[in-house]
């Protein structure tokens, strides 16, 4: 028995050892390789990435200058129809500089199986693309041939960047399942990088000395397998913020005989290099394009925040922003100012210049969009948006003119990401937290009664206010009466909607309030002499929106939210209350939800009150089974029928 134990250690032994010395190279496909039909972990994959290896150095020339060399092989396996996209693939690389940076692919290659042998069809050249994004970037593209379910691709690129500054994010997770990844990093003696790594997955790190040429470098080797996939799921924005990604950014310099050079910035730092550029603090040093205008428009205004409301509504109403991000100006605020078109910088930079010249304490304050990520550590890439900041007491009126469908101290929700900062002419900064904003509410007032068919006829008021009036106006604001009430009809099925109105929808500082008559066929059931009603008729929460058992992301419910139903139902004559379902109240962990039910019958009525609370943006994902388990109580609570019989 002992023997046989020890046979079969040292078998695993063997078998772990030669799975973690497997060899991944470029070229070496085999036939079990083409016949898999499915990824062995991830079934649901529609292609994987078999293994992905990079490595990058540093190269110096006889003219002391340093590039930066990045090459990358991929391997990639093709599952199914859906998976052929991975057969494009396209590099980005940056163009602004004093050198630009340059992409080449090879070794591209596309391996099917044909009758029982391996074949290879090669990229040529009119397969590979190469595009200006914009005056800063350009991306080469790849179109792989011959791709069918059951290819395997190949390909690598090299990216040579006169930039030491930053080196490119690396991704070791990906939307498909990747089985190997590698990255290697030889940093020169005279460079100090700082580097973070965000996401979820267990990197393998290791480094070493080694010494090439005529200096010494620190060698970094990143390895990982297995990575699962990140997929989308709901009640996330940015899925990127929750990625496996090593980011490297240059923290000092020193070189022999030189004086060293300490390029770790902080967030003042960053702050002041973006105040000082021509794109951004000279723009707001110019006025005279908008005096005349200025003085004509605040002429009349008695006090401070009449002037700030006018000058934003005209700043808001002239120029429309041309759906482009950054912290700095394309074609600068005279020529967006007298376009009536520009960038968020250019938008709201004129505003910022607008408010000071009529004395308002004003400053530009910096974020970074949801889409941008959060960033992690000072540096130059961190923030893609500006907006302008009123300084009142102890507290900052956020301001961006680029949205008409935000009102002042609102910011649209892409710009609402965890943390800005407010900058000043003199070079200081003070963190914003933008999190820090008011309960959205959803305010639902309902009489209605019951006919003898089981047939409910009512009236109903709803009144939305900050981030729900945003959206309102963002999704309905320009849809006809028609369509919208199509829409709603649709959403709430059995529902028929006339005598329609909808106040404020223009005027941002009101709440977006709605009324309308209906009539309901859904939410009542006839058996025998009774009726089944479902007392929150079409608002009932029918299904829990949390379907997984676990989940590794945070919840993000974009705004803390309280929506609150008043319902009235008038029995019908001839029939009286048999059942109501008890009152209820559910609070979930750390309060970050609660659930309130009350409902009872006076007289011929059925008063019905729901409330929901979501006093949070995030809930951690620990948090999560908590959650799940409070929406499904939720769910079977609102499941719950009012019974009524006849007499």
């Known amino acids: 028995m002992k023997f046989n134990t020890l046979i079969l250690i040292l078998i695993l032994g063997l078998f772990t050892s030669n799975l973690f010395s497997q060899k991944y190279e470029l070229g070496k496909v085999t036939i079990e390789e083409l016949k898999e039909s499915r990824h062995p972990i991830d079934s649901s994959a529609s292609a994987a990435i078999l293994f992905k290896k990079g490595e990058t150095k540093f190269e110096l020339n006889n003219d002391g200058e340093w590039t930066v ?94 930039h030491i500054s930053s080196i490119n994010d690396w991704y070791f997770q990906k939307e498909i399942p990747i089985d190997y990844v590698e990255y290697n990093v030889y940093i020169p003696e005279y460079f100090r990088y700082r580097t973070v790594i965000s996401g979820y997955e267990n990197i393998d790190i290791r480094n070493e000395n080694i010494v090439t040429g005529n200096f010494e470098q620190q060698k970094y080797i ?77 002429n009349n205004a008695s006090n401070e925040k009449e002037k700030i409301v006018i000058i934003y509504n005209y700043v808001q109403n002239r120029i429309s922003w041309n759906g482009k991000h950054g912290v700095y100006t394309d074609d600068g605020v005279r020529r967006a100012y007298k376009q009536k078109t520009g960038n968020v910088a250019e938008i709201n930079l004129i505003l910022v210049a607008m408010l000071k010249e009529a004395g308002i304490e004003v400053n530009p304050v910096l974020l970074s969009t949801r889409d941008n990520g959060i960033a992690l550590f000072p540096n130059r890439f961190a923030f893609n948006y500006v ?34 900062r407010i900058m000043r002419e003199r070079g200081s900064s003070n963190e914003i937290n933008l999190l820090n904003v008011p309960f959205s509410n959803d305010n639902v007032i309902v009489l209605a009664e019951i006919n003898e068919e089981g047939e409910i006829n009512g009236k109903l008021r709803r009144q939305l206010t900050n981030y729900n009036s945003f959206l309102h106006r963002e999704n309905y604001g320009s849809v006809s009466q028609d369509s919208y009430i199509e829409k709603l009809e649709n959403k709430y099925k059995g529902i028929s909607i006339k005598e329609y109105k909808v106040d404020n929808l223009k005027h941002l500082e009101k709440d977006v309030i709605e009324t309308y008559s209906f009539t309901e066929n859904n939410v009542v059931e006839i058996i025998g002499d009774k009726m089944y009603i479902s007392p929150l008729l079409f608002f009932t929460l029918k299904e829990n929106p ?31 209350v048999e059942y109501i379902p008890t009152a ?57 029928k009012v019974i009524l019989k006849k007499k």
């Open 546 to 576: 949390f379907k997984t058992d676990e989940r590794k992301y945070p919840v993000d419910f974009l705004f803390p939210m309280k929506d609150t139903y008043k319902i009235s139902l008038k029995v019908p004559e001839g029939y009286q």
């Open 584 to 640: 209820s109240n559910l609070i979930m962990e750390n309060e970050y939800g609660f659930f309130r039910y009350n409902i009872s019958s006076v007289g011929a009525n059925i008063q019905l009150v729901v409330s929901l609370d979501i006093n949070a943006f995030y809930i951690p994902s620990n948090a999560y089974p908590a959650l799940k388990n409070f929406f499904k109580m939720m769910v079977e609570k609102q499941a719950e």
């Open 387 to 420: 907006v302008a900041g009123v300084e009142v007491l102890n507290d900052v009126i956020l301001l961006d003119a680029t949205n008409r469908s935000t009102p002042i101290g609102l910011l649209p929700l892409k710009a609402v990401n965890w943390k800005g």
């Open 222 to 298: 990143y390895k990982i397998k297995n990575v699962p996939a990140i997929k989308k799921e709901n009640f996330i924005i940015n899925i990127n913020n929750y990625t496996s990604i090593l980011k490297y950014e240059l923290a000092s310099i020193s070189i022999p005989n030189r004086a060293n050079k300490n390029v770790a910035v902080g967030w003042d730092d960053v702050v002041k290099n973006i105040y000082d550029s021509e794109n951004f603090g000279d723009e707001l040093k110019s006025k005279s394009y908008f005096e005349e205008d200025l003085k004509e428009i605040v």
């Open 69 to 162: 060399i990045t090459e990358v092989q991929f391997k990639f396996k093709i599952y199914k129809k859906e998976g052929f996209d991975y057969a494009n693939q396209q590099v980005y690389y940056y163009i602004g500089g004093y050198r630009d940076e340059t992409v080449h692919f090879k070794d591209a290659i596309t391996y099917n199986l044909v009758e029982g042998k391996v074949q290879k069809t090669k990229l040529k050249s009119d397969g590979e693309f190469k595009e200006e994004v914009n005056t800063n970037f350009s991306v080469r593209k790849i179109a792989m041939p011959q791709v069918r379910e059951g290819s395997i691709i190949e390909y690598s690129y090299t990216l040579r960047s006169p």
